[in-house]
């Protein structure tokens, strides 16, 4: 069974521009989530979509925005792009959005020039 | 709000050797996780941790959860350069809180 794939796994951006992920999960994985991952802040969970639905958002600004498809495959959406937004992005997967366990995938690094 | 202290932040331990790495967090939770990150990786699971007392162990690793101390553990036995890595653990409460991570060299 084919795991999370992410794409682009990398992207070069410059402030001010707009960029959008992409996460298909594991075949009849309908949860998802996005995390952020930096050298000073860690790991942040960003949100968390079900069957379409946000469940859950983290602490981030309204330019981080996302969507679920109907196939649930998932984006993110980083619009206005600053410095601090260089991150690697990772997306999880997992059955049903209570389930035990999150599969992650590779990630896509995107520095902010 | 949760937060997750992991302890210590770095570690660099001979081969052979036992340690242990430190997850505090602050409020009550039905799960925890540890994970593994490779450098320039995405993260593998190593571990779920369901209830007080859980015990978990794959080779090396043996985790531990004491829920009422707001306290897991992960015990490293007769380290190996394979082990390398920087581990993390996770709290569920309703999303995952990561702690800070351990990065864990191993040498010869």
């Known amino acids: 069974k084919a795991g999370v794939t992410q794409t682009p796994r990398y992207l070069i951006k410059t402030r001010g521009q707009q960029v959008t992920l992409s996460c298909s999960p594991i075949s009849g994985h309908r949860s998802v989530s996005w995390y952020q991952q930096t050298p000073g802040q860690g790991l942040q969970f960003l949100f968390e979509y079900f069957s379409e639905t946000q469940r859950n958002k983290g602490n981030f600004p309204g330019r981080f925005s996302g969507r679920q498809f109907s196939n649930s495959r998932s984006e993110m959406n980083v619009s206005t792009l600053e410095l601090g937004d260089s991150a690697l992005y990772l997306c999880?997967?997992?059955?049903?959005?209570?389930?035990?366990?999150?599969?992650f995938g590779p990630g896509t690094r995107l520095l902010v020039l | 709000e949760l937060k997750v202290e992991q302890n210590p932040l770095f570690l660099s331990m001979q081969e052979g050797k036992n340690y242990t790495i430190y997850c505090n967090y602050s409020?009550?939770?039905?799960?925890l996780y540890w994970y593994r990150q490779d450098p320039g990786k995405s993260l593998e699971s190593l571990f779920v941790?369901?209830?007080?007392?859980a015990v978990k162990q794959e080779g090396r690793l043996m985790a531990s959860l004491d829920t009422k101390a707001r306290l897991s553990t992960l015990h490293i036995t007769a380290a190996v350069h394979d082990l390398s890595a920087t581990y993390f653990c996770?709290?569920?409460?309703?999303?995952?809180?990561f702690g800070t991570g351990t990065r864990l060299q191993v040498f010869p």
């Open positions: 941790l369901l209830s007080n007392g």
């Open positions: 409020t009550t939770s039905d799960r």
């Open positions: 996770a709290v569920d409460n309703g999303k995952l809180i």
């Open positions: 999880a997967s997992s059955l049903v959005a209570w389930a035990e366990t999150q599969y």
